[in-house]
Structures are given as C-alpha cells and as structure tokens.
C-alpha cells in the first residue's frame, strides 16, 4: 500500500484530499504545519513515497522547504504541490526543485479531488519506473540493487 502524507493548513483541504485518496486505497497520515509536515518526513520509516503540500501555509515557500525535506529524505518520494495562490512563477519554481507536479485548488468546473487523484496514481507510476531504472543501472554497474518494489 501507497503511503502518502497530506501537509495543507486548511482543516477542510486536508481532510478532504485525505479521504479521498484513502478511499482511492492509499495509507495516509496528515499535518497542518510546515513544522509538523518537517517532522513528519523526517521521522517516517520507510519514508513517504508521495507528499501532497499546500504551497503556502506558514511562509510563502512552505511547499517548497516541504518538496525539498522530502527528496532529500528519499530521491524517489514524488511531490505534488497544490496552490490557491497559482502562479506561473511559483509552477515554474516547484517544477525546478523536483515537484512532480503542480495543482491548482480553485479551478472552475473542475473537479480538483479528480485531477489530484489522477495525478498520484501518474507519480506512483513515475516512482516505479525511477526504481526499476536505477535498480537496473545499478545491476549493469555491478553494483547492489536498491529494495525492490
């Protein structure tokens, strides 16, 4: 099963977003803060292999210390970056420091809790496929594969 963790202030986004990727079938756990979401990637064993995070939450680079604890933590953990703030900017910002993709929470007529689902199960795929490629460069280096999937 998928862990993921969820990191957006709003009590209603998190929730939301929570349920429905448990109800997609993923293990999720939640944080509110920055700080707690900082935490939370630090402490987790195995590590999380996608974090959801809200781009602006205690600072307006919260989303991006949050994107880079995480990859830091583990290269294959995939960041999704949801924003109300969208900017072509902050896109092109997120992108540069690893996100695997960027979702803008206010978009009319669209169903965003779709389109995130949709985009997890894409950077689960994305994940995979990084592992096995790495595993399998690693075999022809003669080296020890990583854990496999």
Do not use: W
Not at 12 to 24: G, K, S, Y
Not at 36 to 44: S, T, V, Y
Not at 126 to 147: D, K, M, T, V, Y
């Amino acid at each position: 099963m998928c862990k993921i963790l969820v990191v957006d202030d709003e009590d209603e986004v998190r929730e939301a977003v929570a349920r429905r990727l448990v109800r997609d079938g993923y293990e999720v756990e939640m944080a509110a803060t920055e700080a707690d979401g900082l935490r939370l990637i630090r402490e987790a064993n195995p590590p999380y292999e996608i974090v959801v995070t809200d781009m602006v939450m205690d600072s307006p680079t919260s989303g991006v210390e949050l994107l880079q604890a995480a990859v830091l933590r583990e290269m294959f953990t995939e960041v999704l970056v949801l924003t109300a703030y969208g900017s072509i900017a902050n896109a092109v910002e997120c992108m540069k420091a690893g996100a695997f993709d960027y979702v803008e929470k206010n978009i009319p007529g669209v169903d965003v809790f779709e389109v995130l689902s949709i985009k997890v199960k894409r950077a689960i795929q994305n994940r995979r496929s990084l592992i096995r490629e790495f595993q399998l460069r690693e075999r022809l280096r003669g080296g020890e594969p990583a854990q496999e999937l």
